[in-house]
T-cell receptor, first 117, second 116 residues
């Protein structure tokens, strides 16, 4: 079964508008972490934001925020005020485990975001 | 440059040759992870290593692939007798491994392997 699901293979957003990229996950471990990475056309993987399963508040980093709904097992990424440079692939990922917090990270299939001027 | 270094950035090999991919983790990081990204797909975990130890190789193909992280020097991902299906981007990531340390894995720029 898929551990990380990203149902939107491609998304378009108008410049300066906000966009939400969906991510649902599947785990039975009570301790886990969720990540979002950005991969521009140049290919590098850029860390955006992290949410721990026990974090009380939704994570925010500048224009990025994570809409964490634990009961629904969703961790959607919200990008506010989209910029042309936001056009890229976006990957949701999960790390399972608490004590062994250095375990492998499982990635979703990604969502391609295109920002329209 | 304090980031994760990978070389070469691009590697072309003919079928049957060997490919060696190198990864130098961030300074102070002792945990290394290798991931493979096939075209149009997300990253797939391959192997997790600490210095001189393979911790988890559950994502490594059983044959032709091996990885090491020696006491001195970079981590090496070796692919023997490459086939066209090995063409992919191979990413290395590192983390600090300190108790209570960063959860974050820092990624290198990747090595793009093309098998002709």
């Amino acid at each position: 079964a898929q551990k990380i699901t990203q149902t939107q293979p491609g998304m378009f957003v108008q410049e300066k508008e906000a966009v939400t990229l969906d991510c649902t996950y599947d785990t039975s471990d009570p301790s886990y972490g969720l990540f979002w990475y950005k991969q521009p056309s140049s290919g590098e993987m850029i860390f955006l934001i992290y949410q721990g399963s026990y974090d009380q508040q939704n994570a925010t980093e500048g224009r990025y925020s994570l809409n964490f709904q634990k009961a629904r097992k969703s961790a959607n990424l919200v990008i506010s005020a989209s910029q042309l440079g936001d056009s890229a692939m976006y990957f949701c990922a999960m790390r399972e485990g608490g004590k062994t917090s250095y375990d492998k990270v499982i990635f979703g299939p990604g969502t391609s975001l295109s920002v329209i001027p | 440059n304090a980031g994760v270094m990978q070389n070469p950035r691009h590697l072309v090999r003919r079928r049957g040759q060997e490919a060696r991919l190198r990864c130098s983790p961030m300074k102070g990081h002792s945990h290394v992870y290798w991931y493979r990204q096939l075209p149009e797909e997300g990253l797939k975990f391959m192997v997790y290593l600490q210095k001189e130890n393979i911790i988890d190789e559950s994502g490594m193909p059983k044959e032709r692939f091996s990885a090491e992280f020696p006491k001195e020097g970079p981590s090496i991902l070796r692919i023997q007798q490459v086939v066209r299906g090995d063409s992919a981007a191979y990413f290395c990531a590192s983390s600090s491994g300190l108790a209570g340390g960063s959860y974050e894995q820092y990624f290198g720029p990747g090595t793009r392997l093309t098998v002709t």
